[in-house]
Nanobody
Framework: QVQLVESGGGLVQAGGSLRLSCAVS????????IGWYRQAPGKSRELVAQ???????NYADSVKGRFTISRNNAEQTAALQMNNLTPEDTAVYYC?????????WGQGTQVTVSS
C-alpha cells in the first residue's frame, strides 16, 4: 500500500516562509507525478504545484514566483518551498501521487498565515 506522509506545516506570519515535505513509500517514487494541493475552509481543493517524473513543473497563478516544488528521487521525497506567504495561503496542504491507476493522498498538513 502506497503511503504519503506530509510534514512541515505550521503557523507563520505574513511574509514568512515554510517548507513542506512529502515522504513516499512502498512504490517506485521516480515514476510518480507529485502534486501539492490545498483546501481552505469552505473552498474546493485546488492544485498548487505539480512536478512530473521528468522534473517538469507547473504552478497555480496565485503562487507563481513564491512557491517552488522539488523532488528527490533517491530519498523518495518531494518538497514545497513557500515564500512570502499571505493569509490567503492558509489551508490544509495535501501531497498527491499519481502513476497509471495510482492516485494517492497524504493526510494533509495545516498551514496558517497570520496577518
Amino acid at each position: 500500500q502506497v503511503q504519503l506522509v506530509e510534514s512541515g506545516g505550521g503557523l507563520v506570519q505574513a511574509g514568512g516562509s515554510l517548507r513542506l515535505s512529502c515522504a513516499v513509500s512502498r512504490i517506485n517514487f521516480s515514476m510518480l507525478t507529485i502534486g501539492w494541493y490545498r483546501q481552505a475552509p469552505g473552498k474546493s481543493r485546488e492544485l498548487v504545484a505539480q512536478i512530473t517524473r521528468d522534473g517538469g513543473t507547473n504552478y497555480a497563478d496565485s503562487v507563481k514566483g513564491r512557491f517552488t516544488i522539488s523532488r528527490n528521487n533517491a530519498e523518495q521525497t518531494a518538497a514545497l518551498q513557500m515564500n512570502n506567504l499571505t493569509p490567503e495561503d492558509t489551508a490544509v496542504y495535501y501531497c498527491n501521487a499519481k502513476w497509471l491507476y495510482i492516485d494517492k493522498w497524504g493526510q494533509g498538513t495545516q498551514v496558517t498565515v497570520s496577518s
